[in-house]
């Protein structure tokens, strides 16, 4: 299991992009969450196979219809443990 921790930046917020991540993770099986940052990016932490993790950064290039993705920074992160996919609100 790998997990990545992801920053996105652009029109990223007011657009669904957020549930759509949520969706599109869940869709994949991959756990951890997904939040909106009070600089207006979005931020993931999520966990799976490499494979699923590509496909989720394939998706997160695109997003919802509305968005507007200007970058994305991904960082390796240590194994974590998640039950499920979590879509939360604000900064914790």
Excluded at 6 to 11: A, K
Excluded at 33 to 46: C, I, K, Q, T, Y
Excluded at 47 to 73: F, M, Y
Aim: aromatic share 8%; charged share 25%; with cysteine.
């Amino acid at each position: 299991m790998l997990c990545q921790h992801y920053l996105i930046s652009g029109r990223v917020q007011g657009v669904w992009y957020r549930a759509s991540a949520g969706k599109a993770a869940k869709r994949l099986g991959l756990t951890g969450w997904v939040r909106n940052l009070s600089d207006g990016r979005v931020e993931l932490m999520v966990c799976g196979t490499e494979e699923e993790l590509k496909q989720l950064t394939d998706w997160l290039w695109k997003g919802p219809p509305l968005a507007k993705v200007k970058d994305i920074e991904i960082t390796p992160q240590t194994s974590q443990t998640f039950a499920d996919f979590s879509v939360r609100r604000g900064e914790a």
